[in-house]
């Protein structure tokens, strides 16, 4: 069964409701006819209710951000699985590089937190990626593989396929700095290996990887023509109807 592409879009911490609602009306129509593309966006907590609103019926759907581990009680500042699901979320980021790097996310928050969000429902877009520093070490292949050992580690089958990874070589987000098509198809490849050693190569192939780090417009045809890459996590290019829609209809 082929793996159907998946563009989601990552606000980060951008947009109040009202860019919000502007932004959204104006990808609605720009969008409508990808059907053979999922489309995602991922926005802010204080956005998720009006998203859900002003995308119902549309073929958008709406993610988180993140999500915390425990079910409710005393973790100031998360937020849970359920309060998520009440508002419609259907996909939440987990382990972005951001997360990792300001905020102290590790391979096992990582973990934690994707094994409630999908026992929960939710269906997660967990992230892993090299620093500059590593790859420049060579050592890309060696992090990779521990972020996706550890942060993806006891998933049941079922649930590996539910969720969806994101290549996001930390030099290449926000920073203009692509990936080389070669270079994001080369270590999707090497994850897609790395997910049949701890399942079996049958469900590595269907599980989806997208790549992540100044994707848009001008780069998306070539890198979406890898066969490992099965879409793309976008920051930058997301905040704009306009580009963010010319990534989603890169088959058009
Ligand atoms: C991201 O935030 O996941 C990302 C890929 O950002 P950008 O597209 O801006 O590099």
């Known amino acids: 069964m082929a793996r159907k592409p998946i563009i989601a879009g990552n606000w980060k911490m951008n947009m109040t409701n009202e860019q919000a609602k502007v ?16 489309v995602v966006i991922c926005v802010p907590y204080t956005d998720i209710a009006t998203a859900v609103s002003l995308c119902a019926g549309s073929n958008i759907k709406v993610g988180a951000e993140n999500v915390a581990w425990a079910e409710k009680g005393a973790f100031t500042g998360e937020i849970s699985a359920d309060m998520l699901l009440e508002l419609g979320t259907e ?15 590790t391979d096992s928050s990582v973990n934690a937190r994707l094994k409630t969000a999908v026992a929960k429902g939710l269906k997660p877009i967990v992230c892993v990626g090299e620093t500059l520093e590593q790859r420049e070490k060579n050592r890309t292949k060696s992090v990779i593989r521990k972020q996706v050992t550890l942060g ?21 987000i926000g920073t203009g700095k692509t990936a080389t ?10 994850i897609r290996g790395v997910i049949a050693k701890m399942y079996t190569r049958k469900i590595a192939n269907k599980v989806r990887i ?43």
């Open 23 to 38: 932004l959204i009306e104006g990808l609605k129509p720009l969008v409508k006819d990808a059907k053979k593309t999922e």
């Open 210 to 252: 997208q790549y992540g780090g100044s994707m848009n417009p001008k780069n998306v045809k070539e890198l979406m023509a890898m066969p490992n890459i099965d879409g793309g996590l976008i920051g930058g290019a997301s905040l704009k109807a306009e580009d963010f829609s010319l990534v989603v209809n890169f088959d058009k």
């Open 152 to 172: 993806l580690a006891d998933l049941s089958e079922e649930d590996i396929l539910n969720t969806v990874i994101a290549y996001e070589p930390v030099w290449a």
């Open 181 to 190: 098509s070669e270079q994001a198809e080369e270590t999707i490849k090497f």
């Open 91 to 105: 996909y939440v980021i987990i382990g972005h590089s951001e997360r990792r790097q300001y905020f102290g996310e």
